[in-house]
């Protein structure tokens, strides 16, 4: 049936019929069309808003805030203030606890120079757990180690762009940048998929607590979770949190004295949320296919009407119902697949240019469609253009040649 | 070459019954040319329509060329139709989107030749019927006559045994009916046993043999008088 006189002959009868052959096509065409810029725009959607959980998407972040409830002998309204014990504490208390860090966010733009340059910069103080949290990627140097804090030293790795700003041209390793008129000397050099991000140097918190923040106050308490499942990691912060509560003596139930936020919950939720976007966006463009493939299909039924005497005449000089079925399915065949590929190929391309065009944002970066679902789709459409023509087809295998050649 | 043994037909429309052919017995050897003559109604084009495998029949038992055709799937009945079988209609029924050496060369495409050899074959048959000239022109740019004669080419191409042709020259004048006859008789020389539907008293006095149909049943049959070529 695939030989090559098949395709001349349904060839030859698809250019001497052009136009019914452009506006059968066009219904498929504007199908695939539709479905890849759709799956594409969701896609871009998806990867917008999932950039946002670029950092370690396993972590948990806890924040002392104010009681809302009386407790313990203590009046609602107390500050609960998280402080460096309760690093080690949740270290020992929880082993599966991973790159456990303190963090301090310096208060205020702070003023960072080298030599005669200077900028506003965000500082933070951290444990070199919170480089993990945070995802940064290091281009030079080394990260902040362990040492670090236990030695006080005044070391910093600093973000790209602050390199370049203020470093300009020079090798920023073993350079000396002044943190508010105090020394620090540059291990590193960071990049992060933030740019926000780039904007900032940080440093050991010990030496934050010797220097710009004496004491052992910590803002933030973040670490990660390997292998966790949402519900999993869930309990594990509610205990944590309980723990926490007993250790401060407030409610464990106070939703206002420790705040607290699971990357892992919110990234599953998103997830969720875009996967039920992509299949909402995935059934409307199966939907628009299958307008499509139901307009082919209806056109091919008119096609056999049309040519209702001609496979009468084929029929009497000897075509078989195979090789009628045949000439039917595979000219269904060959216009949905022209079509569709160049539906797809439109498509992607419209997609391409987009994504070539278009800033990136936080909702909508990257529209395209995967291979994988390209291919698919190319797949579907041929098996569509089979399915299209499968009516029609038997109808016209079940012409009967006096009928068709009756004189009308 | 057909062999008609008590043959019936009926069809039904609706609640009513109508018997077309009441019992037909016929022989033609091979070679014949033959006319079966008969009014509107009287079961002649139903007749050839069973002899080229396009309907069946109720009763009876029809034999082409020895072999019985009788409740032939649509596959083998295809088969045969191109094998054995070339028609001609009156109303030519060529495809109009193809030309001419494609109308032609149809009946062998089904046969799966190969689509040069085909065109090429069919371009001798072409030249056989005068019509090379013509060969890339489509039918709506052809006379009657040069459309029945391509309809001949195209019957006679799969080298059939046997040429069926229904009322051949209804849709011609009477010059160019002439020539198309010419042709058949041509065809006839040739071997090819040739079977013509008409009601046309002239065509069939051109034939050899000429069968009556009346009401279903065949009235007599004679051979045409020599001497009528006289008169």
Not at chain 1, 62 to 67: I, M, P, Q, S, V
Not at chain 1, 133 to 155: A, F, P, S, W
């Amino acid at each position: 049936m695939f030989e090559i006189s098949i395709w001349q002959e349904v060839l030859s009868t698809m250019r001497k019929n052009l136009l019914r052959t452009i506006l059968t096509s066009f219904s498929v065409f504007w199908g695939i069309f539709i479905l890849m810029i759709l799956l594409g725009s969701g896609n871009g959607l998806k990867e917008g808003v999932m950039h946002n959980f670029s950092d370690a998407n396993n972590c948990v972040w806890l924040w002392g805030g104010r009681t809302s409830k009386a407790y313990g002998g203590f009046n609602k309204g107390r500050k609960i203030q998280l402080k460096n014990d309760d690093i080690q504490f949740l270290g020992h208390s929880y082993e599966n606890l991973e790159n456990l860090s303190g963090n301090i966010n310096l208060p205020g733009a702070i003023t960072v120079s080298y030599k005669n340059n200077y900028d506003n910069y965000n500082v933070q103080a951290i444990l070199p757990g919170h480089q993990a949290t945070e995802n940064v990627q290091l281009i030079q140097g080394r990260l902040l180690n362990i040492l670090d804090i236990e030695q006080y030293r005044k070391v910093t790795i600093i973000g790209k762009d602050v390199k370049e700003q203020i470093l300009k041209d020079e090798d920023p390793i073993g350079k000396y940048v002044n943190i508010r008129e105090i020394p620090f000397l540059v291990v590193g050099v960071f990049d992060d998929i933030h740019p926000n991000e780039l904007k900032r140097l940080y440093i050991p918190i010990s030496v934050a607590h010797k220097t710009f923040i004496p004491g052992s106050n910590i803002g933030t308490l973040t670490f990660t979770l390997d292998d966790y499942s949402v519900d999993e990691s869930e309990s594990l912060v509610e205990e944590v949190k309980q723990s926490i509560a007993l250790k401060h003596r407030f409610d464990a139930e106070d939703p206002r004295a420790l705040g607290n936020w699971n990357a892992l919950k919110e990234y599953k939720k998103m997830q969720a949320l875009f996967n039920g976007i992509n299949v909402f966006v995935g059934v409307m463009g199966i939907f628009t296919l299958i307008a499509g493939i139901v307009g082919v299909s209806n056109i091919m039924l008119i096609v056999v009407r049309e040519r209702t005497k001609e496979i009468g005449i084929r029929k009497a000089i000897g075509a078989t119902p195979g090789s009628v079925v045949g000439l039917i399915i595979f000219e269904s065949i060959i216009i949905t697949s022209i079509a569709g590929y160049l539906g797809l190929l439109c498509g992607i391309s419209l997609l391409e240019l987009l994504a070539g065009k278009m800033p990136a944002s936080d909702f909508f970066r990257n529209p395209g469609v995967d291979f994988r679902i390209a291919v698919g789709a190319a797949l579907l459409v041929v098996f569509a253009g089979a399915l299209a023509g499968f009516v029609p087809a038997r109808k016209a295998s079940r012409i009967k040649p006096i009928v068709a050649l009756r004189d009308e | 070459m057909v062999n008609i043994k008590e043959l019936h037909k009926s069809y039904i429309t609706g609640a009513n019954r109508l018997h077309v052919l009441k019992g037909i017995n016929l022989n033609i050897i091979e070679g014949e040319m033959v006319s079966i003559m008969g009014s509107s109604g009287s079961g002649k084009s139903t007749l050839l329509n069973i002899l080229g495998i396009l309907d069946n029949y109720d009763k009876g038992e029809l034999y082409l060329n020895g072999q019985l055709i009788k409740d032939l799937s649509e596959k083998k009945a295809a088969w045969y139709r191109n094998k054995m079988i070339g028609f001609v209609f009156q109303s030519f029924n060529l495809i109009g989107f193809k030309n001419a050496v494609e109308n032609v060369a149809l009946p062998l495409y089904y046969q799966n030749v190969p689509r040069k050899k085909r065109n090429k074959i069919a371009m001798e048959y072409l030249e056989r019927v005068g019509l090379s000239d013509w060969a890339g022109h489509t039918p709506n740019e052809l006379s009657g006559g040069q459309k029945q004669r391509i309809a001949i080419a195209r019957a006679l191409i799969s080298q059939p045994k046997l040429i069926l042709a229904d009322e051949p020259t209804g849709a011609l004048d009477s010059q160019t009916s002439l020539e198309v006859l010419d042709l058949f008789e041509e065809i006839n020389n040739s071997g090819i046993t040739v079977v013509i539907v008409t009601h046309e008293k002239d065509i069939s006095e051109r034939t050899k043999r000429i069968i009556h149909l009346r009401d279903g049943v065949i009235e007599n049959e004679n051979k045409p008088k020599p001497s009528l070529k006289y008169v």
